[in-house]
């Protein structure tokens, strides 16, 4: 066998300090005109672009996909964030009819603040960047907890996001498995969470996110079957 990677096994306090900078970036995040955090979104396509070869390369040595899956993963990341990027122009509310003469009735919408962002290991590139541009984007500062299995790829695109200009705190990193998923469930500072993974797990986070009435996105299980006939050879 072959050693990969190492990386910490952060604890619930770790992750509570990544919770308290995404706080602490917050309001200066948020209080940014969308367009320009759509343009900072872009820089991080054009490093995405400039090291995919690397990002590919880096993501069959860790999670094994053969090398040409590898590099439609990372083009699919690049689509999804130019998409994402995009929205900074396209961001928008709605004007409703009032009923009253001189009132003038509209929506808009606002960031929800620090979310919770847990990614698993079968597509360690793509997961997060779908769910860490849409959340930026939208003015959110966020804490990502990428699977225990694959950290490497998650340490290269946030640090792609660092080198594109991304101010401090703004996006945090922890390792590690259920004990940081946890505290970021339990932290009243976090106010919605995104979560990819068993059903098993998606379960305990609603049952436990509910108590707070925590916004949740749970994209869980699967439902491909595996059919072995009787002419397999199981040895």
């Avoid at 929506?107 to 603040?113: A, E, K, N, W, Y």
């Avoid at 997961?127 to 290269?156: C, D, F, H, Q, R």
Wanted: proline share 6%; net charge negative; glycine share 10%.
């Amino acid at each position: 066998s072959i050693l990969v990677a190492r990386a910490p096994d952060s604890s619930a306090a770790d992750a509570k300090r990544a919770v308290e900078a995404a706080s602490q970036a917050a309001t200066e995040w948020s209080a940014l005109a969308a367009p320009k955090r759509g343009r900072l979104l872009f820089e991080w396509l054009k490093w995405m672009d400039a090291h995919r070869d690397e990002l590919a390369i880096l993501l069959t040595r860790e999670e094994g996909k053969i090398l040409p899956e590898s590099i439609g993963e990372v083009k699919r990341s690049m689509d999804i964030l130019e998409f994402t990027a995009g929205m900074g122009r396209r961001l928008a509310g709605r004007v409703f009819p009032a009923e009253e003469d001189g009132v003038f009735c509209y929506s808009t919408s606002q960031p929800l603040g620090v979310v919770g962002l847990i990614s698993p290991w079968n597509f360690p590139v793509a997961i997060p960047v779908w769910k860490l541009a849409p959340a930026l984007v939208a003015g959110n500062t966020a804490v990502l907890k990428p699977s225990p299995l694959t950290p490497l790829t998650a340490t290269a695109i946030v640090r792609g996001l660092e080198e594109a200009g991304l101010p401090a705190g703004v996006v945090n990193l922890v390792h590690g498995d259920s004990e940081p998923g946890a505290e970021l469930i339990s932290n009243e500072t976090v106010k919605g969470v995104s979560f990819t993974g068993s059903t098993k797990v998606g379960k305990m986070i609603a049952r436990d996110g509910g108590e707070r009435m925590l916004k949740l996105q749970l994209e869980l299980g699967g439902k491909n079957p595996q059919i072995v006939l009787d002419d397999a050879d199981l040895e």
